[in-house]
């Protein structure tokens, strides 16, 4: 691409050649994409129910909030192919960032608004944007400027954002290659720093048209709750309903009384995402048989989904589903709706339009599909995550039913996924390891009935010295700068006279620990 400061993955020609002649890879980038849907539906509603930052208009009312920043951002000298980040809550302004940034063929860079200083830090030092869009605060967020001294363009939504704007809205979109980066994704996993998964416009269009496919005809005007700095929330918060034409609702804070308030009020419903986004809501003293009517078909993903769960919503008589994806392979497996209903509950179902998976010897899950990402901004970890043939090593171990369905059962990586957000065990292991007392830290995944999973840590303690406390570690974590939803929730010390479960080697058996702590929550 013009500009790319990124390489990509070896695409072995046969799979670009099959993906061209099925159709899914188009010539269409995101902006043509947008540009269509919003011509066909201009007076759609848009609406972000928020305490601080509401907002109630059109397509046409953002699609000319768009226009008119892609407009001042090309008279500043942004071209196709520089990268436009933003970190914004479920706010109007994150989709105008994104439409106009589509719209200039730039790469998208769409961040979290809970990341903290570390993240932030790695994220703009690796993407380098030419834009960054953010707010003064909001929540835990707070504008830093210091990290945005290499920046070119910089603007607060609630202070300056105004002035990037033209008089005149830019028209029409700019010629882009459709197979080049459309988008950097960091996702938190088994390194240290958020990893920057790279895609291209055929790659998410691929994605959003299938996710389009998927959804059941009636599902009835939907609430993204789910962060769009998340780019799955950012693409069907601001892609799929363009191009269904149907209204946008967002909620930038989760609040399931004000969800249900919302309900009722607006005939909103949730058609799903990791769990704890659903039972919240069933669990919620407010909730009522009438608001359990919205619930009709609920798809679930994005985090570990409990077997009791799927179970609960089923006998419900909610249809429910699960899929299995990540960042860098957004929709491997999934169950279509005529499958039997063990399937669906108890499986993570089959392979998407598209898609192949295998298992290596180990168990690992490998796969390839036109949605799969070009690679990482990490050319060394590009190049030990993808192999020559175009398969992905998920680092997730799973096993195939006589069938075809696909259940996942460990991962090979130290990875929590926290209600959809991926957390790494290492680097929350380093942060605990900077406190005076703590000579040994092991940080595992704990089952977690409301959010899938969380951090629980395993300490060892220097002699003489004595257990953190919870609250002690809280702190710590709080004073390092790091996301509040990477703190470990729960501490257990290892005792006097004993001693991880290791391997002959002296590593630390960590499934073995993680089995130790599955067994308190029994």
């Not at 002035?163 to 938190?188: C, K, N, Q, V, Y």
């Not at 909103?268 to 003293?285: A, K, N, Q, Y």
């Not at 190049?383 to 680092?395: C, E, I, L, S, V």
């Not at 259940?407 to 957000?421: A, F, N, P, Q």
Request: glycine share 10%; proline share 7%; with cysteine.
């Amino acid at each position: 691409m013009e500009n790319s400061i990124f390489k990509v993955r070896h695409i072995p020609v046969e799979l670009t050649k099959r993906y061209e002649e099925e159709g899914w890879w188009t010539p269409e980038t995101l902006g043509m994409l947008l540009a269509d849907g919003l011509r066909d539906s201009p007076d759609t509603g848009f609406y972000v129910h928020s305490a601080v930052r509401p907002f109630t208009g059109t397509f046409r009312d953002v699609e000319l909030t768009a226009r008119r920043l892609a407009a001042g951002l090309r008279a500043r000298g942004v071209q196709p192919g520089d990268v436009v980040a933003f970190q914004l809550p479920n706010w109007m302004e994150a989709a105008a960032t994104f439409w106009a940034s589509a719209f200039l063929g730039a790469v998208v860079v769409p961040i979290v608004h809970f990341y903290g200083r570390k993240e932030l830090t790695h994220i703009l030092a690796t993407a380098r944007p030419k834009v960054f869009v953010t707010a003064t605060e909001f929540g835990r967020m707070r504008f830093q400027p210091d990290l945005c001294a290499d920046v070119p363009i910089v603007a607060l939504v609630d202070k300056d954002f105004h002035d990037l704007l033209a008089d005149e809205p830019m028209a029409g979109t700019i010629p882009a290659d459709p197979a080049s980066p459309a988008l950097i994704a960091f996702t938190s996993g088994t390194t240290s720093n958020p990893k920057g998964v790279i895609h291209s416009h055929q790659t998410l269009g691929f994605e959003t048209r299938q996710l389009l496919e998927n959804y059941p005809p009636d599902r009835g005007r939907q609430l993204t709750a789910t962060p769009v700095g998340h780019f799955i929330g950012m693409l069907g918060a601001f892609l799929i309903p363009v191009l269904e034409g149907v209204p946008i609702d967002l909620c930038d804070v989760w609040d399931p009384g004000r969800v249900l308030e919302l309900i009722e009020r607006d005939g909103l419903s949730i058609g799903g995402g990791p769990p704890h986004f659903v039972t919240s809501l069933l669990d919620h003293p407010n909730c009522t048989p009438e608001h359990m009517r919205h619930f009709t078909t609920v798809g679930l993903g994005g985090s570990t989904v409990p077997a009791a769960v799927t179970r609960r919503l089923a006998d419900m008589g909610i249809f429910v589903f699960r899929s299995y994806g990540s960042t860098e392979h957004p929709s491997i497996t999934g169950s279509r709706p005529d499958a039997p209903e063990d399937k669906r509950l108890y499986t993570d179902g089959c392979p998407r339009p598209g898609v192949e998976i295998k298992l290596s010897e180990d168990g690992e899950i490998l796969s390839r599909g036109p949605d799969l990402c070009l690679g990482y901004t990490d050319d060394e970890l590009t190049a030990r995550m993808f192999d020559d043939d175009g398969w992905y090593h998920t680092g997730d171990v799973g096993i195939l039913d006589e069938d075809g369905y696909l259940t996942i059962t460990d991962r090979k990586s130290d990875m929590i996924i926290r209600g959809g957000e991926n957390i790494s065990a290492l680097e929350v292991e380093e942060v605990l390891l900077a406190m005076p007392a703590v000579s040994e830290a092991v940080v595992v995944a704990a089952p977690d009935a409301r959010l899938g999973e969380h951090a629980a840590a395993v300490l060892r303690v220097k002699p003489g010295q004595t257990m953190p406390t919870l609250d002690e570690v809280r702190e710590h974590f709080e004073r390092a700068g790091v996301a509040r939803q990477k703190w470990p929730e729960e501490l257990h010390q290892v005792p006097d006279g004993q001693d991880f479960p290791r391997t002959a080697s002296g590593k630390v058996q960590k499934f073995r620990v993680r089995q130790q702590i599955a067994a308190h929550h029994v």
